[in-house]
């Protein structure tokens, strides 16, 4: 089985700040990790994955993610939030199926 | 490409009817379909799975009487919540997949809500 920790359930930065969202994971396979984001009332929105090759990848909207094995995590980084950044944002674990985190939402201010 | 539909986005319904949401995989098809629940400021919660063709797995606490589940075909899949009655109350969402461990493609999600 496998599981997310997503650690922080809100993180609040200025515009123009690094976002940092942490994700922890379990998994008993080499699993597949994600990264959505979430506005209100929609569906989530894939940022990047992680499945094989290069741990660091690279997302849309400028957001990459460093998949770190011995550490077992996957944080979420932006080197300058921007308002429109502002939204709900899960990690995700896939082995046998796909598991959420609890979330994390981002605050941006001006 | 990998555009999923969900319909109807919102959805009214009285206490006691029955309610059918609509999945559909646009340009792909989709071997694998999810239905999650998400309450307020919360985590998507896994219904069920459903395979092309075959019965749908529910996860453990979720009533298959209730949320009834049929993927017909491999561009669709539906929910129909029966019966519904206020705490049935949320947003549902939908996800595709081409199966395995392969990237899930969301809908947009229907919002219930039952007076």
């Known amino acids: 089985a496998q599981s997310v920790t997503q650690l922080g359930s809100h993180v609040s930065v200025s515009e123009g700040a690094l976002v940092l969202l942490r994700c922890n994971y379990s998994?008993?396979?080499?699993?597949?990790l994600f990264w959505y984001v979430q506005y209100p009332n929609q569906g989530l929105q894939l940022l990047l994955k992680y499945t094989t090759g290069a741990t660091l990848v690279k997302g849309i909207n400028g957001f990459e993610a460093e998949f770190k094995k011995s550490e077992t995590s996957f944080h979420l980084t932006k080197p300058s939030a921007h308002m429109s950044d502002a939204a709900e944002y899960f990690c995700?674990?896939?082995?046998?199926?796909?598991?959420f985190g609890a979330g994390t939402r981002l605050t941006v201010k001006p | 490409g990998a555009v999923v539909s969900q319909h109807p986005s919102r959805v009214i319904c009285k206490s006691g009817t029955s309610v059918k949401i609509e999945c559909r995989s646009l340009d792909f098809q989709a071997t694998t379909m999810f239905w999650y629940r998400q309450f307020p400021k919360q985590s998507l919660m896994l219904m069920a799975t459903s395979n092309e063709g075959s019965k749908a797995t529910y996860e453990q606490g979720v009533e298959k009487d209730k949320f009834l589940i049929n993927h017909a075909s491999l561009t669709l899949s539906t929910l129909t919540v029966t019966s519904a009655h206020p705490e049935d109350s949320s947003f549902y969402i939908c996800s595709a997949t081409t199966g395995g461990k392969n990237i899930q493609y969301f809908g947009a999600g229907t919002r219930l809500s039952v007076l």
């Open positions: 998994s008993s396979v080499p699993p597949y």
């Open positions: 995700a674990v896939s082995a046998n199926d796909m598991r």
